[in-house]
């Protein structure tokens, strides 16, 4: 499981394909979140974040399919870090710079 590497907590990377960038999330799911994955989150594979503009999104919310909350919106260290690279923060893999 990967961690955030700024505050330690799991996260999922989600790819947005809107902007084509990884986005990291929580990995424990919560009522309050607004975000679906497709497919589930499963070891080795990459899911796609599902929006609430996705024309599926409240069929799969209906059926109770968990959601999940940007890591963004989470981290207690993200704040200090808001005005430089976000993503180099959270993870190795993450796409910091080009
Ligand atoms: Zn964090």
Redesign the pocket.
């Known amino acids: 499981m990967t961690r955030?590497?700024?505050?330690?907590?799991h996260?999922i990377w989600a790819r947005n394909q809107q902007t084509e960038r990884l986005m990291?999330l929580d990995a424990k799911p919560v009522t309050t979140g607004t975000l679906l994955l497709d497919p589930p989150p499963r070891d080795g594979r990459e899911p796609v974040l599902v929006t609430s503009t996705h024309p599926l999104y409240a069929a799969r919310v209906g059926a109770g399919e968990p959601l999940y909350l940007s890591?963004f919106a989470?981290?207690?260290?993200?704040a200090a870090h808001r005005n430089t690279d976000q993503l180099g923060?959270?993870a190795e893999k993450g796409p910091s710079g080009n």
């Open positions: 955030c590497r700024s505050c330690e907590a996260i990291p890591h989470t981290c207690p260290n993200a923060l959270f």
